[in-house]
């Protein structure tokens, strides 16, 4: 069973998904990524890699804690 910390966390990077996603298909119009959203944006960008390697990661790992 996962904790309040575990819920927590993914609420927030859906939330931060969904609203990034939002920025980049209303690119065409007013919107702006805020100086942290750019530093997030660019944190993944740069370790792309890494990021997808654990995205990739079997799930059943996750739920050992490795």
């Known amino acids: 069973m996962r904790g309040p910390r575990y819920l927590l966390r993914n609420f927030t ?30 944190f993944a960008a740069a370790h792309a890699a890494r990021l997808q390697e654990l995205a990739d990661k079997p799930k059943a790992d996750y739920a050992q804690g490795s």
């Open 13 to 42: 990077a859906l939330s931060v998904k969904e609203h990034l996603r939002s920025q980049v298909e209303d690119a065409g119009s007013e919107a702006e990524l805020t100086p942290n959203e750019v530093a997030l944006v660019r």
